[in-house]
């Protein structure tokens, strides 16, 4: 269970501006489970689809690349690899859904092609084969009588029916780990739910481990066992899903959890947090919160604190000058 | 004719295409008068009454009869099956001609297109240069270094064709390729030269297969411009372009000789056109949906 299948050491991925380049994520260091799912947590602008980009080789070339840091799959560094070798990675042992739907599959294939073309191209199957699999992998993802919908093309389908879609072309090179970038935040709320539903189906079913990229606390809390929040390209937290929610410490999740409706507090109790993410080229030197945090201490705006645990297996990590010393011991008394 | 290639482009737009065509009773017109010519070209070695180049001498210059329905050229060759023969060399002279320009110039166009930089510039500087000379000069040249034949004049009629498909593949290509189904192609692994041809080549299909047929009148003209200026295929197999001009020796005494084959350029040329609208019309969003 505790087997590290995915780890990401150092992380540094840059951009490119009018003057120069800035780093979108620093320093990023995080692991992922084996059957684990990870969600990474912020704010637009915090450097999380950024993250998952640059573990799937993703970024845009040019004008953006990896400064240094590792990405460790499988005991296999990603980032120094060949395209040719990221390629056949990408889409069998590695997949990524998208969070536009509607836009993602191509307008003018049917959707029996679209999954039946990534089958065949990594597993070699013969193209009848490969329809026979995309239409039992329609059935994976619940799309009501699958077999009349494999000749339909993208735009007889709801937007929920293309993620399901979406899914199951992720699932076609049955990958280890999904990286889901957003998968929900177009679709309505009961929509989400089922799709949620089923992502964590399929994750137990399939033995995949997942990266849920989200800023919504709400499908955090149904999907994720960990949860790593990031904060201008940095972690600002990482702690298992209950003892974030139940002990928020850094003073931006808190701000992340308090803006968040609940149905047990009175909506007027929701605290917007003030101001925007800083843009890459503007980035305080200090703690990329502190402008907006209201406990700072004159040192956040001078010195980036370390991501230290708070509690004593060590599961619970926060970057922050104010709380990291403060909650040793109530992180403590939690465990 | 492979106006209607089963992928997925066209495959989608089929119902919207017959029913656009219906409301547009023009381009069923088009259809139909095009599908007559192939019929006629198909069967004339069955329907023309006469050989092509069978010489009669004693019934030369002769005008519509019972025996001769188009009448005879100079040297008393039944026009009628003349026309049928030539219908042959015209008709698949275009139609081959603009495949494969169609497909050279598309090739090209999305790789310039989808690799941007140094590659679109090479390809589309060479393009440029190619579009600046003139469709004759272009048959001259390729006929003055190979020769007059029937392949030497596909060959000229598909480079001066290539550039502008080229031109029309590049620019979808471009928005194309920075649409989300692109990137979550590559996200499932799938190589660029597969991006290439299975996800953006069919999205720009049917815009391809309109100007394609649009193309196809155009070089059934050049093709008998070519040929009208005897730089097209040698006397004395029939061609329309070649009709036309053996048939101007005598324009003021016996004018059908000329007119004849002109009139069947007219009708091929206008089919293809009408053809060309409605195709354009089926695929043209806006009009695809209302």
């Not at chain 2, 050279?104 to 090479?122: C, E, H, N, P, S």
Request: net charge positive; hydrophobic share 45%; proline share 6%.
């Amino acid at each position: 269970m505790d087997e590290k299948l995915l780890v990401v050491d150092k992380l540094t991925t840059s951009f490119q501006l009018q003057n120069g380049w800035y780093p979108a994520i620093e320093d990023l260091s995080f692991s992922l489970n084996r059957n684990e799912t990870l969600a990474l947590v912020g704010e637009s602008g915090c450097g999380k689809s950024v993250t998952a980009y640059s573990i799937m080789n993703l970024l845009p070339k040019p004008g953006s690349r990896i400064d240094r840091g590792r990405v460790l799959f499988n005991g296999k560094d990603l980032v120094g690899l060949s395209s040719g070798e990221m390629r056949s990675l990408r889409g069998s042992k590695l997949a990524m859904i998208f969070q536009e739907p509607m836009t993602s599959l191509n307008p003018a294939l049917s959707i029996g092609k679209q999954i039946a073309e990534v089958l065949y191209y990594h597993n070699g199957t013969s193209k009848k084969e490969a329809l026979k699999g995309a239409l039992e992998l329609l059935e994976q993802v619940k799309i009501p009588a699958a077999a009349n919908r494999l000749n339909d093309y993208p735009h007889h389908l709801s937007g929920g029916m293309r993620q399901r879609v979406m899914i199951a072309m992720a699932l076609a090179g049955r990958p280890e780990i999904m990286l889901a970038d957003e998968p929900t935040t177009a679709l309505d709320v009961t929509i989400q739910a089922q799709v949620l539903a089923l992502l964590d189906d399929l994750k137990k079913e399939m033995k995949m481990s997942m990266i849920f990229i989200t800023h919504d606390m709400g499908v955090v809390a149904r999907v994720a066992d960990r949860v790593a929040v990031m904060y201008g390209g940095y972690l600002a937290e990482v702690a298992p899903v209950e003892e974030l929610f139940a002990n928020p410490t850094h003073p931006y999740t808190e701000a992340l959890l308090q803006s968040m409706p609940r149905l047990d507090r009175d909506i007027d109790n929701l605290k917007p947090i003030p101001g925007l993410v800083p843009s890459i080229d503007r980035m305080p030197k200090g703690c990329r919160f502190a402008e907006r945090c209201r406990h700072k201490i004159p040192r956040c705006e001078q010195l980036m604190p370390e991501l230290l645990p708070v509690n004593s297996d060590g599961t619970h990590t926060v970057r922050c000058w104010v709380r990291a010393s403060q909650n040793i011991s109530s992180g403590d008394a939690k465990v | 004719m492979s106006l209607f290639p089963k992928a997925g482009g066209l495959h989608r737009t089929f119902n919207d295409l017959v029913r656009v065509f219906n409301r547009n009773k023009t381009s069923w017109a088009g259809l139909i008068l095009l599908l007559v010519m192939v019929v006629l070209a198909v069967l004339a070695p069955w329907i023309a009454p006469y050989d092509p180049i069978d010489q009669n001498i004693l019934q030369r210059l002769s005008p519509s009869s019972t025996e001769h329905l188009l009448g005879t050229d100079q040297f008393g060759r039944d026009i009628l099956s003349r026309i049928l023969w030539g219908a042959r060399i015209s008709l698949s002279v275009g139609t081959i001609s603009v495949l494969l320009g169609m497909a050279v110039g598309t090739v090209l166009g999305i790789f310039a297109g989808y690799k941007g930089k140094f590659w679109d510039y090479l390809i589309m500087g060479v393009m440029d240069v190619f579009m600046a000379i003139p469709t004759l000069l272009m048959g001259l040249m390729v006929v003055a270094v190979l020769g007059p034949n029937l392949v030497n004049l596909t060959i000229a009629i598909a480079l001066t064709v290539a550039p502008r498909f080229a031109r029309i593949a590049r620019a979808p290509t471009i928005s194309i390729k920075n649409r989300d189904f692109v990137e979550a192609g590559r996200a499932m692994g799938f190589s660029d030269m597969r991006i290439m041809a299975a996800h953006i080549f069919p999205n720009i299909l049917g815009e391809l297969v309109v100007m394609g047929s649009l193309w196809v009148a155009t070089a059934v003209r050049i093709e008998a411009s070519l040929s009208f200026i005897g730089l097209g295929v040698k006397p004395p197999t029939p061609t329309w372009g070649g009709m036309i001009r053996e048939g101007f020796q005598n324009i003021l005494s016996e004018p059908w000789i000329s007119i004849y084959p002109g009139i069947f350029i007219l009708i091929t040329v206008l089919a293809f056109n009408l053809l060309g609208d409605g195709l354009r019309d089926a695929i043209d969003p806006k009009l695809r949906n209302s």
